[in-house]
């Protein structure tokens, strides 16, 4: 069976970091994250900057994983190899029927929103345009990894400079920087405070959620030993740098008390600085991070689906690498397909509510097999080794546990429901498990002159 090329350079992989995190999220939510700290700028900015290092400290776990088996399929292939086929097909099958097709959808979706923003649009057009943007990506993703990386590359530099601009503008014209130092220390600390802290860290892991996908190309990567760990160090802290900057400009250019009510806090923040018009300069902005993160998503994800089926677990055909793009073509396109079903029948929106919090379940699972790795694998060569082992990759995994007890916590009803379409994979793990040995006991009584 023919394996994926080694396309995707450190340049490449540093994009795919940078553009598969950066979406609508901080465009928007830096409002809602400083409403949750009580209008406290230093808290808000500490609870970006804590977000950001959690994240990295799993980056750096990752990026130990990825270069020690660097497979297609990335987090998969870590968790199959760490807990069992089980658990790793668990969370490929939640991957392809719910959060990274929702996440695909979603974005798809914002992108059409912004885009009526810029012309007015009737449901039938929105509806359209939304389709035609995934099935662009589609396309894109299927005619070859080279090109989809090129386009990731162009749109993610577009919108890292667009932010950068953006930043620097509404802080040149921005006349609040008395009230933002008026509001940079709380009055008085209590729970109530502390309570919010904690929930305003859950929208900020939302915000930095994508950083993760760029082991799913592992197996795509030149030199993944080497380039893998730096690109995830280095990607993550270009993305702590740059969200910071975003959240003081927007505090400069509204002050903090209406920052904390904005709900499309850029699209506020340039309209009260620059105008009006200026601020349709923020829609155009979103609908290219947006196709960005998306096209990142198309770029990756398609190689779970693609690791999974190579180990019998999912549709052959997935498995399948078109002979003249080098891609798996059919994975790509299935994505696609379930994406644009998700988007134009809005369930993308209850689905990925219910699943989002389990991906962070897996995401610490991944990370935890590199005790397994360690220990199953002690004389594997190991060009970068995670530093402040084993204390990193702990850390990360008790803010990832932390993050899913407080959204059980807190939805526990929603969280059932999330639960429930995870386990819909039991069953469906079963057959394709008995499927697939029945293939090996069949191969396995074939007489040795046909083998």
Known sequence: ??????????????????????????????????????????????????????????????????????????????????????????????????????????????????????????????????????????????????????????????????????????????????????????????????????????AVLWAYEGWQYATFSAGEAISPQRNFPRAFLLGMLILIGIYLLANIAYFVALGPAAAAKADSIAATAVGTILGAKTAKLVALAVMVSTFSAANSTFLTAPRIYYAMAYDGLFFQKFAEVHKRFGTPAVAVIASGVWAAILAVSGTFEQLTTYVVFIGWAFYALAAASIFAYRKHYPAATRSYSVPGYPLTPILFLLAAAALVINTVATQFMQSLIGLGIVALGVPVYFIWRARLQKAEAKMANKPASTL
């Not at 497979?71 to 998969?76: D, P, S, V």
């Not at 509806?127 to 299927?142: E, G």
């Open 1 to 202: 069976m023919t394996k994926l090329a080694r396309t995707l350079g450190f340049r490449d992989l540093l994009f795919i970091v940078i553009g598969s995190v950066i979406g609508s999220g901080i465009f928007r939510s830096p409002g809602t994250v400083l409403s949750q700290v009580e209008g406290v700028v230093a808290m808000a900015l500490i609870v970006w900057l804590v977000g950001g290092v959690v994240s990295l400290l799993g980056a750096l776990t990752y990026g130990e994983l990825s270069a020690t088996n660097p497979a297609a399929g990335g987090l998969y292939i870590f968790i199959r190899d760490g807990f069992g086929r089980f658990p790793a097909f668990l969370f490929g099958w939640t991957f392809f029927t719910v959060i990274t097709s929702g996440s695909v959808a979603a974005l798809a979706v914002v992108f059409t929103e912004y885009c009526g923003q810029l012309v007015p649009l009737t449901k039938w057009m929105a509806n359209t345009i939304t389709v035609a943007s995934i099935a662009v990506m589609t396309f894109v993703n299927v005619i070859g990894t080279r090109r989809s990386a090129n386009l990731n590359n162009l749109t993610t530099i577009i919108k890292v400079l667009a932010l950068l601009a953006m930043s620097a503008a509404l802080m040149w014209f921005g006349r609040n920087y008395d009230a933002t130092s008026a509001a940079m220390m709380p009055k008085h600390l209590d729970g109530h405070l502390a309570s919010g802290f904690g929930l305003a860290m859950i």
